[in-house]
């Protein structure tokens, strides 16, 4: 039961400070020693520690005896991890963590769906069509704001980008998990897909499983520049 105490406290006073920098206060630049946090969260010196050295991990603090614990500037730290992610999404920098990675999902899935045409697997092709298929019907009832309809999502594109046989972009999957999911828990989600989205699933599946290379990253190229328009707002995201 202690144990389970702990990592609970652990997991507030880790989640706390992390939503507080992530959101800009403390701004970079600022120091604070752990005796402060301590005193500041009624935690043990071991447990503000250990949320130190998470904070650390990511790169959005740096220790140095007899200085303290400085918060680093928002460029150092590890754009990619998890936790960075869903503190982003909960606080004033919302907008700025979906665009950041709409740029970089509409760089990347369209080549990701281009390899997996050439290097998919037969389950591959089969489930990447099964799943389009779910989000079609799924979407079609006006669905899309579920938790079915996010588990299908989320797998086809976590499939997608396995698919590719490259390693760096399977990598992508964890950021692109907490963005889909982050946009869902937060009500961002339509329950009606916006119009091309259904389609395009299914275009890029269906050339994904004929082997047609251009056409697959023709079809999610489609796909992620509806879902970057709606996020950015518009025609202003094809400037």
Known sequence: MA???HGGV????????????ASGDPRPGAVFTLARLESEYGASRTVVREA????????????????????LPREHWDAFDPQLIQWNLAGPFR?????SLMELRVSVEPMAARLAATRA????????LRLAETLGDLGGR?????????????????????ASGNPLLTALETPVHEVLSGRTNLGMTPGTPVP???EDHLLTAQAIAAGDAEAAERHSRS???TVWNEIAGGPAADR
């Open 3 to 5: 144990i389970g105490v």
């Open 10 to 21: 652990h997991h507030d006073v880790l989640d706390d400070i992390g939503r507080r920098i």
């Open 52 to 71: 130190v050295r998470v904070l650390e991990s990511i790169r959005m603090v740096a220790s140095r005896r007899r200085v303290g614990i400085t918060v």
């Open 95 to 99: 907008q700025q963590q979906l665009e």
């Open 121 to 128: 697997t037969p389950g591959q092709r089969a489930e990447l």
């Open 142 to 162: 006006g669905l899309g704001d579920t938790a079915p309809y996010l588990d299908a999502d989320l797998a086809f594109h976590g499939t997608l980008l396995a």
């Open 196 to 198: 091309g989205t259904l």
């Open 223 to 225: 796909h992620m520049r």
